[in-house]
């Protein structure tokens, strides 16, 4: 005996809020086709996202420290999966649909470039007169136009839900252009629990990140009053931080913040008596998000990791040899297209020559992009 994806389907619709979006109510896929036996069309996307080239390149894509500095840091992909873990643990808890806000969360950086944020930096600038770059638009085209895994469409062919998700990625670094996915309503409940994830893992592994760095150090946090919060309530209040102790300390930070993302969202959902998806897109703010008081202590400790981190020379030293690898590279295919391998020239008369080449550059990972930087410039290396 197996559940058929029908039998899934009404597992659904019994047991998932009113206002969560249902695998049965999808609006479709761009091309039509059959639907599995025994996965839900949200199940579906989230494995088709998994197997993508675009996703195992997460690998080895800056978060915040490059790939070669250690074997511990977060990059694309951990990051991206730790966002996923929140992101499901949210969903199950609100009664939205924890299938669909897991697909959304493993395609959000799809299309981050190499280098983390300097690199988009640096292709939309190189790109501003051609469309400009960002990822949240690249992780579309990954999925609705790059992707080249079946012979009767292109890209991935996922949901409207999955993809009007994608585009709807919001956080403090990200803002969406949903021109073509319905503009004037918000996001649906999972795209919202998407971004409140994206946000929520990123400071907390960046967080830890910094203090496994040493770029960081208990005595800098002192009086931020998160840090203080979590460091009285594991009890731990001065000397050498151990590794252990670090653990129970981000722990107890991603803890917290989970908490009051579920319980002021399932409070302002209660006051907000909406009782459909569209209801609830409809609303003039976002019901996923913090309290008032955690807003203000994730605002003070961004800030700080803004200022100690974001900007340490060591970060910023990186992003500046990010941004001459990515503009040399950039300005040399564009200079002479025949250098450019023969698969990536073929792409040339459908895309031009300037997106052909930021495509390509953005698919890179931080290694590739750094040997073909020598390959082209290094007389020593072998072209």
């Given at each position: 005996?197996?559940?058929?994806?029908?039998?899934?389907?009404?597992?659904?619709?019994?047991?998932?809020?009113?206002?969560?979006?249902?695998?049965?109510?999808?609006?479709?896929?761009?091309y039509p086709e059959d639907e599995s036996e025994y996965r839900t069309v949200f199940q579906r996307d989230r494995d088709r996202i998994l197997h993508t080239t675009?996703?195992?390149?997460?690998?080895?894509?800056?978060?915040?420290?490059?790939?070669?500095?250690?074997?511990?840091?977060?990059?694309?992909?951990?990051?991206?999966?730790?966002?996923?873990?929140?992101?499901?643990?949210?969903?199950?808890?609100?009664?939205?649909?924890?299938?669909?806000?897991?697909?959304?969360?493993?395609?959000?950086?799809?299309?981050?470039?190499?280098?983390?944020?300097?690199?988009?930096?640096?292709?939309?600038?190189?790109?501003?007169?051609?469309?400009?770059?960002?990822?949240?638009?690249?992780?579309?085209?990954?999925?609705?136009?790059?992707?080249?895994?079946?012979?009767?469409?292109?890209?991935?062919?996922?949901?409207?839900?999955?993809?009007?998700?994608?585009?709807?990625?919001?956080?403090?670094?990200?803002?969406?252009?949903?021109?073509?996915?319905?503009?004037?309503?918000?996001?649906?409940?999972?795209?919202?629990?998407?971004?409140?994830?994206?946000?929520?893992?990123?400071?907390?592994?960046?967080?830890?990140?910094?203090?496994?760095?040493?770029?960081?150090?208990?005595?800098?946090?002192?009086?931020?009053?998160?840090?203080?919060?979590?460091?009285?309530?594991?009890?731990?209040?001065?000397?050498?931080?151990?590794?252990?102790?670090?653990?129970?300390?981000?722990?107890?930070?991603?803890?917290?913040?989970?908490?009051?993302?579920?319980?002021?969202?399932?409070?302002?959902?209660?006051?907000?008596?909406?009782?459909?998806?569209?209801?609830?897109?409809?609303?003039?703010?976002?019901?996923?998000?913090?309290?008032?008081?955690?807003?203000?202590?994730?605002?003070?400790?961004?800030?700080?990791?803004?200022?100690?981190?974001?900007?340490?020379?060591?970060?910023?030293?990186?992003?500046?040899?990010?941004?001459?690898?990515?503009?040399?590279?950039?300005?040399?295919?564009?200079?002479?297209?025949?250098?450019l391998p023969s698969h990536v020239q073929a792409w040339i008369d459908q895309r031009g020559l300037e997106r052909t080449v930021c495509d390509y550059i953005a698919?890179?990972?931080?290694?590739?992009?750094?040997?073909?930087?020598?390959?082209?410039?290094?007389?020593?290396?072998?072209?």
């Open positions: 005996m197996f559940y058929t994806r029908e039998q899934l389907e009404a597992q659904e619709a019994k047991r998932l809020a009113p206002y969560a979006c249902l695998s049965k109510e999808t609006k479709g896929r761009a675009a996703f195992r390149r997460l690998e080895y894509k800056t978060q915040v420290f490059i790939n070669y500095e250690g074997d511990y840091y977060r990059t694309r992909l951990t990051h991206t999966l730790e966002v996923t873990q929140v992101g499901r643990t949210i969903a199950r808890a609100l009664g939205a649909n924890e299938d669909l806000t897991e697909a959304i969360c493993l395609a959000h950086d799809l299309g981050h470039p190499p280098f983390g944020h300097a690199g988009e930096v640096t292709l939309n600038r190189l790109m501003k007169d051609h469309g400009g770059f960002d990822h949240n638009k690249q992780s579309l085209r990954i999925v609705t136009k790059l992707e080249n895994r079946y012979p009767d469409f292109p890209g991935l062919n996922l949901s409207w839900e999955v993809r009007e998700g994608i585009v709807k990625h919001e956080t403090e670094y990200d803002v969406s252009d949903a021109s073509d996915y319905d503009p004037d309503l918000r996001g649906h409940l999972e795209a919202q629990i998407a971004n409140a994830a994206d946000e929520l893992a990123y400071t907390a592994h960046d967080l830890d990140d910094g203090l496994r760095s040493g770029m960081i150090t208990p005595d800098m946090l002192s009086g931020i009053e998160l840090w203080e919060i979590i460091r009285e309530s594991v009890e731990w209040r001065e000397g050498p931080l151990d590794e252990l102790t670090r653990h129970r300390l981000i722990r107890r930070l991603i803890g917290l913040t989970v908490s009051d993302v579920i319980y002021t969202t399932a409070s302002k959902l209660r006051e907000s008596g909406v009782k459909s998806r569209e209801e609830l897109q409809r609303l003039p703010y976002n019901v996923i998000g913090f309290s008032e008081a955690m807003t203000r202590r994730n605002r003070e400790l961004k800030d700080f990791l803004y200022h100690n981190l974001y900007r340490h020379h060591r970060v910023v030293r990186m992003a500046v040899k990010a941004d001459r690898i990515l503009s040399e590279l950039f300005h040399a295919y564009m200079a002479e297209p025949h250098t698919g890179m990972t931080d290694r590739f992009a750094i040997e073909e930087y020598h390959k082209m410039f290094d007389p020593k290396t072998k072209p």
